[in-house]
């Protein structure tokens, strides 16, 4: 057998803007802050940081003020908690980030699991899959780590900017919560919350569909016609097919999909090949589920790439790069890291509009570009004051400029609005920038200095045609749809629109990143800054895919389950010997302190979002302005 290449980061970023920085880890994280702690780890040092000595209790930990004075409360937080340094160059003071699993003062067990449980995770995905179900993959801590990693590269470029930052804080539950946003504002929309399937749901013929000859399938259509000429060609009642799109056209917003098992009897009556065709002639797009194997043959896998690419262009040295603004310190208060900075994206749905979010959440000012009359998802249903809730859990306070960027004078419109901006963020189809003329050397030309950002589904990995870039295509043919699956085993995405989550936050640390780069002096040139849904999957799926010559790869953390107790449903961790026939003679709540006292996870599932507000427990990381608006997930001090 042919070895394969070595397991090393293939690291795209040409600009290290970590470099001279010193990462510094516990020696043994609690287990359920693993995944979030490796993950900050892989990126950091993806960045340029180098590991420095691990700290823990009684090893004199470090500090981000440069002192290594034993701090005995730091190691003995109520609940799972754990501190990561990251120590700034030439002994340059640096920043603790303290990730705790839930919010501070909650002492109770944590895993994945139990936060899936807990903040609603598990019954969305569960919606398409007959009931609150765990995920088969650490996607919080993935989560989680990602914004843990946000918090550090902001806390970083805040020093570099006149205000050091000693201290970030980071929940994995703030993270999740934050994250879900869209759902949670759908689910407590003042004008008409959206309904929601409650447990029992009804199990329903969804994709993916299986072909005659037992190829599992994804299907994606933007609109509705070449949906009709599909299932049409494939011999569908006309009413079943009229009936389905509805559901299909919002499975990722509502996380569920009730189509007509009709659809899926026809497509089981046709080899894959032949559904190719018509798919090919109709203007539909289909994609066979890939499993982790083949996943693993991948370049971008076999080579361990970033999940972004952070690139430095040559500098027009006839035009200047103008000073960059910095922070203002307001009295009483210590200012954003980013304050003072402007953020310009042409983004829709939902991985930009969730990238420039969290920028904005960070300081920045954030102007939007929109089609004259405004984004259409400004008006999908629920509402929340006359606009959709979704849109504007994603798109609060920032500003909007409609422009039609397909004049000329749209155009110009952009460029003038970029002339002032540090950030130009953008979703566009591949080569639609360089059609529009507003590719980065375009705007280079009107704004020296600036960072150009895309974030993309499939960014420039060159491994032939693949489909339409939405978040279940991408699960399909990325592997995710083979660690989360249907309660009877079958490889299925998520309807739950996880990559587009998990990649809005990627976009958005890249673009922190590269505003380190420009500030540290890492960079001269022009930046350019690429991130993809393709790329978050890597991150996902990182654990299993690391091991190229064994073919099960790294296993997975064992997950935890679901079980009904006396009056409701609990969620367990891995460690629990309990029976089911046990759980159900007793409610949750006497189950609950027994497993705590034991020290094993376990909590409650929450199956309705709109009690997500109003739990105590986590009511204090919510705003309301006609729905529920989740706060953002760290705080700096």
């Known amino acids: 057998m042919t ?46 940081a180098r590991l420095g000595a691990r700290f823990g209790p009684g090893s004199g930990p470090w500090h981000g003020s440069g002192s290594t004075a034993p701090v005995r409360d730091r190691y003995a937080p109520a609940g799972p908690e754990t501190v990561i340094g990251l120590g700034g160059p030439h002994n340059a003071p640096g920043t603790d980030l303290i990730l705790r699993g839930w919010p501070a003062g909650d002492p109770t067990p944590f895993d994945e699991t139990t936060a899936q449980a807990a903040t609603g995770l598990m019954a969305l995905h569960g919606r398409a899959n007959g009931g609150p179900r765990p995920l088969g993959t650490d996607y919080l801590g993935t989560l989680a780590g990602t ?95 009229a009936n389905s799109w509805r559901a299909f056209a919002s ?32 203007g539909m797009a289909l994609c066979a589920l890939r499993t982790l194997a083949d996943r693993r043959a991948d370049s971008d896998v076999r080579y361990d790439d970033d999940p972004w690419e952070l690139r430095e262009l040559p500098r027009d040295d006839g035009l200047p790069t103008p000073p960059h603004p910095a922070a203002r310190p307001r009295p009483g208060s210590l200012p954003l890291p980013l304050t003072g900075l402007t953020v310009v994206e042409s983004t829709r749905h939902v991985q930009g509009p969730l990238a420039t979010s969290v920028l904005r959440a960070l300081g920045a000012r954030v102007i939007r570009i929109e089609q004259p009359g405004g984004d259409p998802s400004r008006g999908a249903a629920p509402l929340a004051g ?19 960027i397909r004049t000329a004078a749209g155009r110009r419109a952009v460029a003038e609005t970029v002339a002032e901006a540090d950030v130009f963020l953008h979703s566009w189809a ?75 936050h990627i976009a958005a640390e890249s673009v922190l990143a590269a505003l380190l780069a420009r500030e540290s002096g890492a960079a001269t040139g022009r930046l350019r800054v690429d991130s993809s849904l393709l790329g978050a999957s890597r991150v996902l799926l990182r654990p299993q895919l690391r091991g190229l010559d064994e073919s099960p790869g790294t296993p997975p953390p064992a997950a935890g389950s679901v079980t009904p107790t006396a009056d409701g449903l609990i969620a367990v961790g891995a460690a629990a010997t309990t029976t089911p026939a046990e759980f159900a003679a007793a409610p949750s709540a006497a189950w609950l302190g027994r497993l705590h006292a034991a020290g094993i996870p376990a909590r409650e599932v929450v199956t309705d979002l709109a009690a997500l507000p109003r739990d105590p427990a986590l009511s204090a990381y919510f705003a309301h302005d006609g729905c529920a608006r989740p706060t953002p997930p760290w705080s700096f001090s």
């Open 147 to 241: 914004v843990a990693t946000q918090a550090l590269l902001a806390a970083a470029l805040s020093g570099l900017r006149g205000t050091p930052v000693r201290t970030a804080r980071v929940g994995v539950a703030q993270a999740a919560l934050f994250s879900l946003g869209p759902y949670v504002a759908a689910a407590t929309a003042g004008d008409e919350p959206e309904e929601v399937p409650s447990p029992p749901y009804r199990r329903a013929a969804r994709p993916p569909f299986v072909s005659a000859d037992g190829v599992r399938f994804e299907v994606e259509a933007l609109e509705v016609q070449p949906w009709r000429d599909f299932w049409k060609a494939t011999g569908a009642p006309a009413k079943d097919i």
């Open 3 to 48: 070895s394969a290449p070595p397991l090393s980061p293939l690291t795209t970023s040409e600009a290290l803007p970590l470099d001279g920085h010193l990462v510094h880890l516990p020696p043994t994280p609690p287990a359920g802050l693993a995944t979030a702690t490796e993950v900050v780890r892989d990126h950091l040092t993806r960045l340029g």
């Open 251 to 282: 499975r990722s917003a509502r996380a569920a999909s009730p189509l007509i098992t009709t659809l899926a009897q026809c497509a089981a009556r046709h080899r894959f090949a032949e559904l190719l065709l018509l798919a090919e002639r109709t």
């Open 386 to 404: 006359g606009v959709s809730a979704r849109f504007a859990v994603l798109n609060a306070g920032k500003e909007v400029r409609e422009t039609d």
């Open 430 to 504: 591949p080569g639609e920038a360089a059609r529009l003329r507003l590719d980065e050397e375009d705007l280079a030309r009107v704004r020296p200095g600036l960072i150009y950002a895309w974030a993309s589904a499939w960014d420039r990995a060159p491994d032939g045609p693949r489909p339409p870039g939405t978040d279940p295509m991408v699960q399909a043919w990325s592997g995710v749809a083979d660690t989360v699956r249907t309660p009877d085993g079958n490889p299925a995405p998520s309807l739950v629109t996880l990559l587009d989550l998990l990649g809005g």
